[in-house]
């Protein structure tokens, strides 16, 4: 099962490698920015098949809060999961859910290649309300690793957008 968005990608992957093509999704919303929260997580899109009585492994992009990774945990039960077991990429160690499966732990701030564009209009909103130029903000994301000619792309196509 993917949580929506970002578990999506990395549940499909793991559908193919574990061969079972039961895949199902919920989403529960929690950042409404750049590292801003509600809250609290909220179901917006309940299971999409019954669990009940059913081994449920829960994929997700990052474990970070916790707090939505709790909740969907919490949600899944409730519609009777015989067992749920989470599995990430990334787990934070400030995380209130240590996934029962993850790649690796880390304090860094991830962009995944499913969100780059999302990020990049997300960072370009946050520098405006600064009063930083779009020039000041693509240097910011291309030295912090994003490809060059990505960001130029997106930041062209957000401004077009807006036009």
């Known amino acids: 099962m993917g949580v929506s968005r970002g578990g999506w990608i990395p549940a499909r992957i793991m559908s193919d490698l574990l061969e079972n093509p039961k895949l199902a999704n919920v989403t529960a919303e929690f950042y409404v920015g ?5 809250n609290e997580p909220i179901i917006t899109q309940p299971v999409s098949v019954s669990v009940k009585a059913k081994r449920v492994l829960v994929v997700d992009d ?22 749920v077991k989470i599995a990430t990429i990334y787990y934070k160690p400030w995380s209130i859910i240590v996934p029962h499966y993850y790649e690796k732990e880390t304090r860094c701030w991830i962009v995944f290649p ?7 209009r997300k960072i370009v909103e946050k ?5 930083r130029t779009v020039e000041d903000t ?3 994301l291309i030295s912090s690793g994003l490809d060059r000619e990505l960001v130029e792309r997106f930041i062209k196509e957000i401004v077009e957008e807006e036009h």
């Open 114 to 120: 499913w969100e780059r564009k999302e990020v990049v």
């Open 62 to 83: 990052l474990a970070d809060t916790g707090e939505s990774l709790k909740l969907v945990n919490s949600h899944l039960k409730k519609h009777g999961a015989s067992e």
């Open 34 to 38: 750049l590292a801003e929260t509600k």
């Open 127 to 131: 520098f405006r309300g600064e009063e």
């Open 138 to 140: 693509k240097e910011k």
